[in-house]
């Protein structure tokens, strides 16, 4: 029994494939089952997972065991630091009264963390011209300033529009130090109530008129009679009589 490959170098994250061949002619017409195994720091060994001989594949939230006789493959997945230690298989043949058991060697996985890369898989990065960097570097900081007066502007044209102005000590304490706005007096007029104060004197009455009275009489004349000449000389003695 063989494993492949000896030693393997991984970042976390990654997973880790293990190869283990055994030999058919010791099988051959025999029951087995093919187990993995763990040590750490020269620990007892510890069995991670375990697949049969009619089993083609076995999958673990850690492990994928594949069955491809007479070779047997091993996933490792997620790689974590604490995955790191020596691997093996062990190839377990049932007989009828004993069984035997066939170790591989070991292999070693190594994780390292995954900041941790060979300086041959990071890209290489052109130099350039530092000058270039420079005007680049200066460029976009009159953008970023272009941008943040544009904003400021906006800012206050909009707080304008609605009646209100920002306030010197929030704009100073946000963007630097502004000047401060000349002072434009605006004339006010002020509306009162004014009060008089009324002469309290006692009420004079007001005079009194007698009232005018007008009195009517009624004249009530003698019905006339028709002058005839016996009345006319009648009136006429009485007339005459009494001058005397």
């Known amino acids: 029994v063989t494993i492949f490959p ?3 170098t991984l970042p976390e994250g990654d997973k880790a494939t293990f190869l283990c061949n055994i030999s058919m002619e010791n099988v051959s017409g025999s029951e087995y089952s093919l187990n993995w195994y763990k040590e750490t720091n020269n620990s007892q060994a510890q069995k991670i997972a375990e697949i049969s001989r009619y089993k083609p594949m076995m999958e673990t939230e ?9 070779v047997f493959e091993i996933e490792i997945l997620n790689l974590h630091q604490n995955d790191s230690g020596r691997y ?16 591989s060697n070991r292999s070693q996985l190594i994780v390292t963390a995954a900041s941790q890369m060979n300086a ?7 130099e350039g011209n530092p000058s270039e960097h420079v005007q680049a570097m200066f460029l976009g900081i009159l953008l970023l300033a272009g941008v943040v007066v544009l904003l400021i502007f906006g800012y206050l044209t909009l707080t304008h529009r609605r009646g209100g102005m920002t306030p010197l000590e929030a704009t100073q304490t ?23 104060q ?7 009455p007001p005079k009194t008129r007698p009232v005018e009275q007008t009195e009517y009489a009624t004249i009530i004349f003698p019905e006339e009679k028709p002058v005839t000449p016996e009345r006319s000389k009648k009136h006429l003695d009485e007339r005459t009589g009494q001058l005397p």
Not at 62 to 70: E, M, R, V, W
Not at 120 to 126: A, I, R
């Open 174 to 196: 946000q963007f630097g130090t502004w000047e401060k706005p000349p002072v434009v007096s605006i004339p006010t007029v002020d509306y009162g109530v004014l009060e008089f």
């Open 6 to 8: 000896a030693v393997l």
């Open 120 to 126: 041959t898989d990071e890209p290489e990065m052109e």
């Open 62 to 70: 850690k492990y994928q065991l594949i069955n491809q006789t007479p």
């Open 88 to 103: 093996y298989c062990g190839l377990i043949i049932f007989y009828e009264e004993t069984n035997k058991v066939m170790e």
């Open 198 to 204: 009324r002469d309290h004197h006692t009420p004079v």
